[in-house]
């Protein structure tokens, strides 16, 4: 059972935070990471008042890891973000312990539907619909999760539960992506709110150069309004640089009998990475929806 930092990382949706993390200080069977990003973007669009909206944004994260047996480790992971012009915000705080039945952890992070729904989620911007209550997010606070692998790390388990600070407002979630060894992911997620409920399937399958998804859920937000909503993504290597992305997605929303579409888009994205640490990437969005705005993403994302 991966029992390292690594594997944390993977099952709680920083990977991408982190992939270029720096191992500032070892020793001692203890570890402090370093990471984060300066990714410049501007958006175009005719619901922009001017010419371009700066969506720019940095982040730093540190990871910790510190081995206390030969079956325990405690581990540590925050991450902050920066807007031009705007405060730092928190987006992860998170500390647990890693254990030979799995990691446990506490503090704000992701839910246990955020694997089912980063299936599609692969664009640098226009994906990731598939989080459609609080309980089903990214980024919760006050949230105990276990995350476990099992069956050789082909069956990964999630489960969490939110002790809400609002009165009757805990909610809790349970997980399970499964990877065949012939490249095919399947998962599926349960999300209990109270009055609000999710459910999520994903399917996904590698071959080569080749990734495609598919993500579907469906629930309530409230007593008659219900929702269903549809993700799918698509991704080709032509070289080691360079890709191109597509995604789809759709959603409904049924208040009363009363049916609305509340999304109906598609997006290309063309993505060049000159290495590890830098990238630069173009996204088209074309909205289907009455009065939507189809938009033009470009970004130049420098990670360390």
Do not use: C, W
Request: charged fraction near 25%.
């Amino acid at each position: 059972m991966k029992k390292t930092l690594l594997a944390v990382a993977v099952l709680t949706s920083f990977i991408s935070s982190a992939a270029n993390a720096a191992d500032v200080y070892e020793k001692d069977g203890t570890k402090l990471s370093v990471g984060g990003r300066a990714e410049v973007r501007g958006l175009f669009s005719d619901s922009v008042e001017g010419t371009m909206e700066d969506k720019s944004r940095a982040r730093i994260n540190f990871a910790g890891e510190t081995k206390i047996s030969e079956n325990l480790t405690g581990f540590g992971f925050m991450e902050y973000e920066i807007k031009p012009d705007s405060d730092l915000k928190n987006r992860y705080l998170y500390a647990g312990f890693g254990t030979v039945v799995g990691d446990f952890s506490y503090g704000k992070q992701d839910t246990a539907n955020v694997q089912i729904s980063d299936m599609t989620d692969i664009a640098s911007y226009h994906s990731g619909q598939q989080q459609h209550i609080d309980a089903s997010s990214d980024k919760q606070s006050n949230n105990f999760v276990y995350a476990g692998s099992f069956l050789n790390d082909a069956l990964s388990v999630q489960a969490n539960y939110i002790a809400s600070d609002e009165k009757d407002a805990d909610s809790a979630a349970l997980s399970a992506l499964y990877a065949f060894d012939f490249g095919l992911d399947l998962g599926v997620s349960y999300t209990d709110e109270g009055e609000k409920k999710q459910v999520t399937a994903g399917a996904a399958y590698t071959l080569n150069s080749l990734y495609l998804g598919a993500t579907y859920a469906a629930g309530e937000e409230a007593e008659n309004d219900d929702f269903t909503s549809l993700e799918l993504a698509a991704q080709y290597k032509f070289t080691t640089e360079f890709r191109l992305l597509a995604i789809y997605g759709m959603a409904e929303q049924d208040k009363a009998g009363a049916k609305t579409d509340t999304q109906d888009f598609a997006a290309l994205e063309a993505q060049y990475r000159f290495n590890k640490s830098i990238r630069t990437y173009v996204s088209y969005k074309l909205d289907n929806l009455d009065g939507g705005e189809d938009e033009l993403l470009a970004g130049l994302r420098y990670s360390f």
